[in-house]
């Protein structure tokens, strides 16, 4: 079974460009979520997807973030214009059912972003 | 406001010695919770996990311990291996629906041959 990828890996873009981070959850993963770590702060909530519904957008920081899943499978993220507060490292999860007690999350490998 | 705090960044174990990671939690509302396990340029990986009915899980080396009253949890890693090294991120959520996973600021373990 293929894991969650990420792509890309790294991203160096400039203040007030734009970038957009692709998800690829496992297979048959109706939850799909966005979470982003700063450099040495927690893992933070960004916001979940059932399928392609936003389940819960809570998290998200402001409104230069757009979160889509059209059809329910890949998600991507986008952040228009960047800002240097948004680097830091962006995980997307997938699981079969919602995340916690029902089903541990799995996630990929991560999309590191540096705003310069 | 942080919800799952990890107060101790790091920690330093002698091989075939117990690792001890501690978490503490704010919201009385979390009856779930999980260890995550994560090494450098990859995700976090799911390690253990506990219910609030509970106060010990077990499996094989790792042991999450819970403390309602004291809204505390402990990871112990017995004996600890080289491989152990890695950043842990405790976890907490509730039950039941949609809901979200919170992260703590995680632990870099260290264990030393």
């Known amino acids: 079974e293929a894991g969650v990828t990420q792509f890309p890996s790294h991203s160096v873009i400039e203040k007030g460009q734009t970038v957009t981070l692709r998800c690829d959850p496992i297979?048959?993963?109706?939850?799909l979520y966005w979470y982003r770590r700063v450099m040495g702060k927690e893992i933070k909530f960004l916001l979940h997807f059932v399928k392609e519904s936003k389940q819960d957008e809570s998290g998200m920081p402001n409104n230069r973030f757009l979160a889509e899943r059209t059809g329910g499978t890949y998600s991507t993220l986008k952040v228009q214009p960047a800002e240097l507060e948004d680097s830091g490292v962006y995980f997307c999860a997938s699981s079969a059912s919602p995340g916690g007690s029902n089903s541990p999350l799995h996630f990929g490998n991560g999309t590191r972003l540096t705003v310069t | 406001d942080q919800q799952v705090k990890q107060n101790s960044p790091s920690l330093s174990v002698q091989e075939g010695r117990i690792s001890i990671l501690n978490c503490d939690y704010t919201?009385?509302?979390?009856?779930?919770f999980l260890w995550y396990k994560k090494y450098p340029a990859e995700g976090p990986t799911f390690l253990i996990s506990?219910?609030?009915?509970?106060d010990k899980n077990e499996d094989g080396r790792f042991t999450v311990f819970l403390n309602k009253s004291a809204k505390h949890l402990s990871l112990h890693i017995v004996p600890s291996q080289p491989g152990d090294s890695a950043v842990y991120f405790c976890a907490a959520s509730r039950s039941g629906g949609y809901q979200k996973v919170t992260f703590g600021t995680g632990t870099k373990l260290q264990v030393i041959p």
């Open positions: 919201n009385s509302m979390f009856d779930y």
């Open positions: 297979s048959g993963h109706d939850n």
């Open positions: 506990i219910s609030s009915i509970k």
